[in-house]
């Protein structure tokens, strides 16, 4: 029998409120206004041509707001506990994902069972440590979000 993803995704949400982590999520939505007021700004002053100009520099614009800008995100408080993003915005096959992920990292530094590894992360400071390193990755290579400390 194997771990239950929902038991390790809920000690890995109890790890990050504790250490109070916080992921700056991205607004693609803003970029892609971003990148379409620069094409049509462009198209209207410069005609066709100006298409392709403002909407490369409304893309750049875009990928400059959007790009782990800790600095705009701070001040705007654009940020959510990465404990809420673990329990609300991961699909089903990323929480998969998440719970192997934290399961390999972990296996890494101790010889260690599958159902073994939800009471390690509450009873091992070396194991905590391991874990919250694996998600804080996890978040920051595969998902591409900025986390706070």
Known sequence: MAVSTQELLSALSILADNENIQVAFEESAKGAAVCAAGALIGGLLMGP???????????????????????LLFISGKFKSLSEVISDDLSDSQRRELKEHVIRAISQIKAVSALEVV???????????????????????????????
Request: net charge positive.
């Open 119 to 149: 009471g390690l992360i509450f009873k091992s400071k070396q194991v905590q440590d391991v874990a919250l390193n694996a998600v804080k990755s996890f978040f920051t290579d595969r998902m591409r979000m900025t986390i706070i400390d």
């Open 49 to 71: 041509r100006g298409l392709a100009v403002g909407g490369a520099l409304g893309g750049l614009a875009a990928y400059g707001l959007t790009e782990g800008n800790c600095l």
